[in-house]
């Protein structure tokens, strides 16, 4: 009998260490699917967060490296500097991403750093338990927040894809979610086109991908999915927000 | 090749290329600042990077990123850059990765002042970061040997997998000697690191650069094999100098610059007719514990001379072993103790012992 | 031989330079050598010194606590160190510069108008060089002025060679300076 579905070759087949529901375990699976595809899981290099996919280095199948909450971007320009034939991306959390990272993923961005970055929103810390995050939304019950984000307290959530689009050395930076079988397709898409901008030697891309986090929003993995499209995607709209692989890139 | 008339700081840089560095990652700050400046200079021309980071924290975790994919690489700092590269230290040494750090010392706490210091020596050889590891620590006190250590450092840190600093200062840095140096090394010449993360080129099994281990087993398991290691550089890799120690009744410990300036204070306690001696540590981690418990039969009483409030004289009064007196004297801040006032605290000492 | 020599003045005075080629005098002879400037927050245009030591034998020290030898451009550093200078030891001092005497008479002192000369050789900058030259003369048992000469043309670019010639002009008007 002809096999017609596999795990791609790209992903281990170690158990993944995501709660039930959790939409990472897609987005990893996204990300090894375009490894495959792209030929690339020779010269691929990965580099994982602090932060639920912490041990991401144990599900893909291809070189990782765990790096210091906040640091990957660094890391990753380490690496590229080191090989830049290879094909190095970082998986970051909105916490780390957003808050103890920032300045390591605007300086990459602005440097034209010729690496991706595959960034999970959630607009929570789940790993920890589920504290306030950089992008939580502005009334969302947190750990360390339980009356609510309140504006006059913890400000307003940051829009790391607009934000980062306003840099001349970022080259592509899209918007996606994973709530949906279409939308999941057009986040395949997106980290396509990112690792494609990288390998031609266009210069840094982001994709921002609207993920849940079913245990600490204490929702139903269905109610989840339902709330990336009722409140996150007001406050972060999908779409292409910078697109310069079509003119050769910013490098 | 002939000798060349070059600052501690440019010395250092050019040897580090010519042993094979090929990447760098720094941060501004004084007073290293000639070292960035001859990277930024001549890295590329040598066909490689030179990149000023946004932080020390991202420099030291580029570095972290460049070691794990197989690369000799470096940066360097002051103290207050390495306290903030503490972070990447820990997590470089739990990932077992080479690398050099420099730190051209200046007087702290806080952002403290930009003369010369040494008060940087428990966050150098007692951790600095979090956990339990070490950096092997080489402290010289001339250019020539300020040459010889960063290619040293460089290979010792590749043989036993674990970052390693050279601990100098403004005064080491600023300073000009002549200083002879090896031949440009090719870095494809270098040992191969099967380990790094290359790209698999679908030859070999994934290779991971990682420091977490959420079995505590494991970890423990990692830490004991690592202390194994720590155990024979303890053994085998400690350098000093000794000078004029056989006989004598007083023996000075002193690193770096002020070793120097202990070097000329013995010479003048000799004609005065006082007999003293000098041990200099050159590596500080391993510390030369040897050299010490071996004097500690001999001498009536050790003074150790530095640049702080008295951070070193911990590991000399270890090595003696409370067998004999050991003094302190030392300055801070920025201040360099004088050759005179080192003699007069060798006739206080003598008289107290 | 083990000649401690501190060279001060004002930044922009050149005095790094000409302890500079003192070194590399030492050096190109074979001596053992250490060259270290005073640093720090100064503002250019502060004073400014160096510490040059030209020896036979290992350099302990780098800093100098008792000169052989002060090389002295402005009147704040004579005053910080002519004191320090060892008995016997010798001081050379421009006195087109400093207006004032050294009160001592336990050392040698040569009173040079430097700047006085340099300018009158239409190199007003150049006065370092004229007390570099005046330092060699005074210490003509210790070292040659040739290899001066011979070690600045080494050490200058040769695309500046012109500059090196006009550095041991000057320098050879302080070797053959006549205190009067």
């Known amino acids: 009998m002809e096999k017609i579905f596999d795990r791609p070759h790209s992903l281990s087949d170690f158990v993944l260490s995501y709660c039930p529901g959790c939409t990472h375990g897609v987005i990893n699976r996204l990300v090894a699917e375009v490894v495959d595809e792209m030929g690339l899981e020779g010269k691929t290099v990965g580099v994982c967060p602090v932060g639920c996919s912490v041990t991401a ?195 | 090749m002939s000798k060349v008339l070059m600052k501690g700081n440019e010395a250092l840089a050019e040897a580090a290329m010519r042993c094979g560095c090929r990447f760098f990652f720094g941060y501004p700050i004084t007073p290293q600042t000639e070292l960035a400046a001859y990277m930024a200079k001549k890295m590329q021309k040598n066909g490689g990077t030179f990149l000023q980071a946004e932080s020390e924290v991202a420099a030291i975790n580029m570095v972290y990123g460049a070691a794990g994919a197989g690369a000799r690489v470096m940066t360097s700092s002051s103290s207050p850059g390495i306290s903030l590269k503490q972070e990447g230290i820990s997590y470089i040494a739990g990932a077992d990765l080479p690398c050099l750090v420099v ?78 140096f090896k031949e440009f090394a090719d870095p494809a010449s270098l040992p191969a690191k099967p380990w790094a993360t290359t790209g698999t080129g679908m030859k070999r099994k994934k290779n991971i650069i990682n420091s977490l281990y959420l079995t505590p087993e494991e970890l423990e398991n990692l830490c004991v094999e690592r202390e ?101 004297y030392g300055r801070t801040g920025g201040m360099v103790p004088e050759q005179d006032a080192i003699v007069a605290e060798i006739e206080k000492c003598l008289k107290n012992s | 031989m083990y000649e401690q020599i501190i060279i001060a003045g004002f930044g922009g005075q050149g005095v790094l330079f000409a302890g500079k080629i003192l070194a590399y005098m030492g050096m190109d002879t074979g001596k053992e050598l250490s060259w270290l400037p005073s640093y720090g927050p100064e503002m250019r245009g502060g004073t400014c010194n160096c510490s040059v030591i030209i020896a036979d034998t290992q350099i302990g020290s780098p800093i100098i606590q008792r000169p052989d030898a002060l090389i002295v451009m402005n009147k704040p550093s004579l005053e910080k160190f002519a004191d320090s200078v060892r008995p016997g030891g010798v001081i050379v001092l421009d006195s087109s510069l400093i207006d004032s005497k050294v009160e001592r008479d336990d050392v040698t002192v040569i009173y040079i108008p430097a700047m006085k000369i340099a300018e009158q050789a239409g190199a007003g900058t150049l006065g370092n060089m004229v007390m570099a030259g005046a330092y060699m003369k005074a210490r003509d048992d210790m070292f040659k002025v040739d290899d001066l000469y011979k070690s600045v043309r080494e050490h200058t670019p040769a695309k500046r060679a012109g500059l090196a010639e006009k550095n041991i002009e000057l320098i050879k008007a302080g070797y053959e300076f006549k205190q009067c």
């Not at chain 2, 706490?109 to 950096?135: E, M, V």
């Open chain 1, 57 to 251: 280095y144990n599900f893909f199948e291809f070189d990782m490296q765990e790096a210091a909450h906040g640091r990957a971007p660094a890391v990753a320009t380490g690496i590229k500097r080191v090989h830049p034939e290879n094909l190095v991306f970082t998986y970051q959390g909105d916490g780390d991403l957003a808050a103890i990272g920032t300045a390591e993923t605007v300086h990459a961005a602005a440097r034209a750093e010729n690496i991706s970055i595959i960034f999970v929103n959630n607009t929570i810390y789940g790993m920890t338990g589920g504290q306030m995050a950089p992008t939580s939304l502005v009334g969302q019950v947190t750990q360390t927040t339980p009356y609510g984000r309140k504006v006059e307290n913890q400000g307003y959530p940051i829009h790391v894809a607009e934000m980062i689009s306003t840099l001349r050395g970022a080259c592509y930076v899209e918007r996606v979610s994973v709530d949906s079988v279409p939308n999941i397709k057009k986040t395949k898409a997106a980290i396509r086109k990112a690792f494609e901008c990288q390998m031609a030697g266009k210069g840094f891309s982001l994709v921002e991908v609207l993920s849940t986090c079913p245990t600490n929003w204490g929702m139903s993995p269905v109610e989840a999915l339902e709330r990336i499209r009722t409140e996150m995607m007001p406050e972060f709209p999908l779409g292409v927000y910078k697109d310069c692989t079509e003119t050769g890139g910013v490098r």
């Open chain 2, 103 to 180: 730190n051209i010392v200046r007087g702290g706490p806080g952002l403290g002042g930009i003369q010369p210091a040494q008060s940087d020596y428990f966050q150098a050889t007692k951790g600095g970061g979090h956990g339990d590891y070490h950096l092997l620590v080489f402290a010289p006190s001339s250019v020539q040997e300020l040459a010889d250590m960063t290619s040293r450092a460089f290979d010792k840190a590749d043989e036993y997998r674990m970052p390693a600093m050279i601990m100098g200062d403004g005064m080491l840095g600023q300073m000009m000697e002549p200083v002879e």
């Open chain 2, 228 to 328: 194994k290691r720590y155990d024979k550089i303890r053994a085998t890799e400690y350098l000093y100098e000794e000078i004029d120690t056989e006989d004598a009744d007083i023996i000075i410990a002193a690193y770096g610059t002020i070793a120097r300036v202990a070097m000329s204070a013995v010479q003048q306690a000799r004609e005065m007719g006082i007999k003293a001696g000098l041990i200099r540590p050159i590596t500080l981690w391993p510390f030369p514990t040897e050299a010490f418990a071996k004097r500690a039969e001999t001498a009536k009483c050790f003074l150790s001379v530095e640049m702080s409030m008295g951070q070193m004289v911990e590991d000399v009064r270890l090595s003696v072993n409370g067998k004999k007196p050991v003094y302190f």
